[in-house]
Nanobody
Framework: QVQLVETGGGLVQAGGSLRLSCTAS????????MGWFRQAPGKEREFVAA?????????YYANSVKGRFTISRDNAKNTVYLQMNSLKPEDTAVYYC??????????????????WGQGTQVTVSS
């Protein structure tokens, strides 16, 4: 069983930055594909970013965040990060970290991930 704990959410003005962290329990973190999703009120949970391989060189982003958000990982700390710059009010959501213990190439689908964190609120004011 893997437990994921997100931190770093908060309230920020439009144009500002936040960095989310997700720390995982367990010894096999480096082998997991990791993803970030978000869910705004009244909307479905949507894909934000994924980091697929151990080295962190393979990353993917939703079009809405490409160029503004960066996903990275530190395997020594069992942690994945989401650096969010140039934040917009439409980025307001609960952000969830997710782990895929057996990556099969489907990084955008919620169903591909085995473990989820509890979420952290990000609010961007205009």
């Amino acid at each position: 069983q893997v437990q994921l704990v997100e931190t770093g959410g908060g309230l920020v003005q439009a144009g500002g930055s936040l960095r989310l962290s997700c720390t995982a329990s367990g010894r096999t973190f480096s082998s997991y594909a990791m993803g970030w999703f978000r869910q705004a009120p009244g909307k479905e949970r949507e894909f934000v970013a994924a980091i697929i391989n151990r080295s962190g060189s393979s990353t993917y982003y939703a079009n809405s965040v490409k160029g503004r958000f960066t996903i990275s990982r530190d395997n020594a700390k069992n942690t994945v990060y989401l650096q969010m710059n140039s934040l917009k009010p439409e980025d307001t959501a609960v952000y969830y970290c997710a782990a895929d213990s057996y990556y099969t190439g489907t990084y955008q689908s919620r169903g591909a991930y085995d473990y989820w964190g509890q979420g952290t609120q990000v609010t961007v004011s205009s």
